[in-house]
């Protein structure tokens, strides 16, 4: 996030408030949901290896 800048002559007031249970409750949803997304995301599958002949035929390689 960044600054924001207050034009010349206009001052900003911010009042803190407490949240309302409804506003908390839609809050932690969201939250919840966003982790769930990220967390779904962070999820990898593992491939099948193969296996493969080399060229001179003596070894196997195991390929990805």
């Known amino acids: 996030?960044?600054?924001?800048?207050?034009?010349?002559?206009?001052?900003?007031?911010?009042?803190?408030?407490?949240?309302?249970?409804?506003?908390?409750?839609?809050?932690n949803a969201a939250i919840a949901k966003n982790k769930a997304a990220a967390s779904a995301k962070r999820t990898k599958t593992l491939k099948s290896r193969k296996k493969t002949k080399s060229k001179t035929g003596t070894k196997t390689k195991v390929s990805r």
Do not use: Q, S
């Open 1 to 27: 996030m960044g600054l924001i800048r207050e034009p010349k002559n206009v001052d900003f007031y911010v009042e803190d408030r407490p949240l309302t249970k409804e506003e908390k409750h839609l809050l």
